[in-house]
């Protein structure tokens, strides 16, 4: 009987060691090889996410650096804008109204004749001249206030009147040139030399 035992003993161990250990060290090999594949997906999986995480970050950073630079333009063009229309609405009325006074006045015209005549004189141009003034001003007012001399260098002896908003035109006629000194020519003539300082003081 225990011989019988012995025997059955010895096919178990046989059994096991033929079946169950290959098996089991075939299962451990697999258990190993799917814990190295484990860890080779985390690791990708991490390396992915990382990757994934740090193109979102540059992503955003890029958008935002776009948006700020945006905004900033954005805010210096409202700034511009509103400096436009601030100079509109004070610079240009007050410049305009102060111009058109200042060249319907009478002495003011026959000083602006007297020094484009002279200038044209001093460069040596003998030619025939005409002047022409705004149609509400007196003719005779204006010529009444120039020279002999200034009044003999005009081809009609005297000042013409025209539909000038005021200012005055001097033609070359000989040279077949016009000499614009209109109100609205001496306006943008001035606003180009003081707009820098109005604006200056307006907005530092």
């Known amino acids: 009987m225990e011989a019988a035992k012995?025997?059955?003993?010895?096919?178990?161990?046989?059994?096991?060691?033929?079946?169950?250990?290959p098996a089991r060290a075939e299962a451990a090999k697999i258990i190993e090889a799917a814990e190295k594949e484990a860890w080779r997906i985390r690791d990708e999986a991490k390396s992915e996410s990382?990757?994934?995480?740090?193109?979102?970050?540059?992503?955003?950073?890029?958008?935002?650096?776009?948006f700020e630079t945006s905004l900033s333009q954005a805010s210096r063009q409202a700034i511009e804008f509103l400096k436009q229309k601030i100079e509109e609405s004070l610079f240009?009325?007050?410049?305009?109204?102060?111009?058109?006074?200042?060249?319907?006045?009478?002495?003011?015209?026959?000083?602006?004749?007297?020094?484009?005549?002279?200038a044209i004189d001093?460069?040596?141009?003998?030619?025939?001249?005409?002047?022409?003034?705004?149609?509400?001003?007196?003719?005779?007012?204006?010529?009444?206030?120039?020279?002999?001399?200034?009044?003999?260098?005009?081809?009609?002896?005297?000042?013409?009147?025209s539909s000038l908003g005021g200012g005055i035109?001097?033609?070359?006629?000989?040279?077949?040139?016009?000499?614009?000194?209109s109100a609205e020519t001496l306006k943008e003539l001035v606003a180009t030399y003081i707009r820098k300082d109005?604006?200056?003081?307006f907005f530092g």
């Open 122 to 161: 001093r460069e040596g141009a003998s030619v025939n001249l005409s002047v022409a003034i705004p149609a509400q001003i007196s003719a005779d007012r204006v010529n009444a206030l120039l020279s002999s001399q200034i009044l003999e260098r005009l081809k009609e002896k005297g000042v013409l009147l």
């Open 6 to 21: 012995d025997r059955v003993k010895k096919i178990c161990d046989a059994l096991r060691k033929e079946a169950l250990e």
């Open 92 to 118: 240009q009325p007050a410049l305009k109204e102060m111009i058109e006074r200042q060249t319907k006045d009478p002495k003011v015209l026959s000083e602006l004749i007297t020094a484009v005549v002279r």
């Open 169 to 181: 035109e001097v033609k070359l006629l000989d040279e077949k040139m016009t000499i614009d000194l």
């Open 198 to 201: 109005f604006r200056k003081l």
């Open 50 to 66: 990382e990757a994934m995480l740090n193109e979102t970050h540059h992503k955003i950073q890029r958008e935002q650096e776009i």
